[in-house]
């Protein structure tokens, strides 16, 4: 490798679990254009399982929530990324804590984000800033390559799915009798304005039901989201089935096997897209062209976007999610089906 090209990288992306799987092309594009560099991510415990065991990386270091808040857990983390020696770090995030990260990290070349997308103080602690005019998150990450010499690369996800998880899952469809085929929804959403409401998960469940022989498969996370799914088994006619507990990587296991996935705005609907399953996604506080289901293959539905500061929306309730029909939903499940067919 010549001395002009970047030996050692550090991608830092560090919470919430779609937005890292949003990021995961940046890496595959990386080892594309760099077999040889030693290429690492940092990333916070949350979301360290999609990143972990990645094919293009080479190491995950992974912080405990809070890493910045104590000088000693600073001194710790600046050790550890000192001693890795990186030329180059990408900050994907845009935010005070992931070029914090960077920056400690000693790199001579801090890529990050300018403009709306540069908040906090990231703009300050990063040196080289990029201003993206693309929307969608895996656009305007993958822009920041730029500077490297990598332009538009193709997407590309890899997510590191284990063959462990995908025979534990297929031994569950087996037993719920749907290896026939099966749509795949997640009622579930982190914000309670990001929330469709159950009887209309429950009615286009049952449609696919009756009109496609379909069944569907409600997955969950936690206490919360599985009374949510209970419920939306109830409102289905007999026409879903509810999940059993899953890690991560069992859910998306399950997803890839189904036909079609439906969900709002969260994790699990971008795990669909990085697993290759035809997805639809609800949109209400949150812009499509922003983290909408990446690909021509999927779709998202918004009616109205619920506006406001980031803290406005979260709070917000689910308004605009309403406006959403269960007909609307139905209408473009029957479109991807049938375009699925051809």
């Not at 304005?193 to 209309?200: G, K, Q, T, V």
């Not at 079609?260 to 971008?270: I, Q």
């Not at 709070?315 to 089906?337: F, G, H, K, T, Y």
């Amino acid at each position: 490798m010549t001395a002009s090209l970047p030996s050692r990288i550090l991608i830092a992306r560090m919470s919430a679990i779609g937005d890292t799987i949003l990021t995961l092309p940046v890496a595959c594009a990386l080892r594309a254009h760099f077999p040889d560099a030693f290429l690492a991510w940092v990333v916070e415990e949350k979301s360290a399982a999609m990143v972990l065991n990645h094919a293009c990386l080479d190491e995950v270091l992974v912080l405990k929530r809070g890493w910045f808040t104590h000088p000693g857990r600073l001194l710790a983390t600046r050790r550890l990324l000192r001693e890795r020696r990186f030329d180059v770090t990408i900050d994907c995030q845009g935010m005070t804590k992931s070029a914090l990260a960077c920056w400690l990290s000693g790199a001579r070349r801090r890529i990050g984000l300018r403009g709306a997308h540069g908040r906090e103080l990231s703009p300050w602690l990063n040196n080289e800033p990029i201003r993206s005019e693309r929307p969608h998150v895996v656009d305007r990450s993958l822009d920041l390559l730029a500077p490297l010499g990598i332009e538009r690369p193709a997407v590309r996800w890899q997510l590191p799915l284990d063959d462990a998880s995908r025979q534990r899952m297929g031994e569950v469809i087996d037993r719920l009798e749907l290896s026939g085929g099966y749509a795949v929804m997640n009622p579930g959403a982190t914000w309670q304005s990001r929330r469709w409401e159950m009887d209309r998960f429950g009615r286009v469940a049952q449609h696919l039901g009756v009109q496609h022989s379909l069944p569907t498969l409600v997955v969950w996370g936690g206490a919360g989201e599985r009374a949510a799914a209970e419920q939306m088994v109830a409102e289905s006619a007999g026409h879903a089935v509810l999940a059993p507990p899953t890690t991560l990587f069992e859910l998306a296991a399950l997803i890839e096997g189904g036909r079609l996935f439906l969900s709002a705005d969260t994790g699990p609907l971008h795990m669909a897209v990085a697993v290759g399953t035809p997805s639809i996604g609800l949109y209400g506080t949150t812009r499509p062209e922003e983290s909408g289901p990446y690909g021509a293959t999927h779709a998202a539905l918004q009616i109205e976007y619920q506006g406001g500061s980031h803290r406005q929306r979260r709070q917000a309730d689910n308004r605009a999610m309403r406006l959403i029909s269960a007909d609307m939903v139905c209408r473009q499940c029957d479109a991807m089906l049938a375009c699925c067919r051809e």
